[in-house]
Nanobody, 115 residues
Framework: QVQLVESGGGLVQAGGSLRLSCAAS????????TGWYRQAPGKQRELVAT???????YYADSVKGRFSISRDSAKNTVYLQMNSLKPEDTAVYYC?????????WGQGTQVTVSS
């Protein structure tokens, strides 16, 4: 069983920055893919960014150029650096890790961007 714990969410003004962290109970490099998703009230959960086992990254069009995903193998942690935040980025952000056919989710962290 893999546990994922997100942190770093909070309230920030538009144009500000936050860095989310996802700490895994096992090495994130063992994961096929690790990613960040978000879900705004009344909307479906959507993909934000992913990083695979060799470091390839993917970003949703809505966050390209503003968000950056990275990982620290020594800390078993994946990060999401979010810059130039907009009110429409407000959501609960979830970390997801895929280990083979097994998929794990964190509990989520709230990000609120005020205008």
């Amino acid at each position: 069983q893999v546990q994922l714990v997100e942190s770093g969410g909070g309230l920030v003004q538009a144009g500000g920055s936050l860095r989310l962290s996802c700490a895994a109970s096992v090495s994130t490099f063992r994961a096929h893919v690790t990613g960040w998703y978000r879900q705004a009230p009344g909307k479906q959960r959507e993909l934000v960014a992913t990083i695979d086992s060799v470091g390839n990254t993917y970003y949703a069009d809505s966050v390209k150029g503003r968000f950056s995903i990275s990982r620290d193998s020594a800390k078993n942690t994946v990060y999401l650096q979010m810059n130039s935040l907009k009110p429409e980025d407000t959501a609960v952000y979830y970390c997801k890790a895929e280990y083979g056919f097994d998929v794990y989710w964190g509990q989520g962290t709230q990000v609120t961007v005020s205008s």
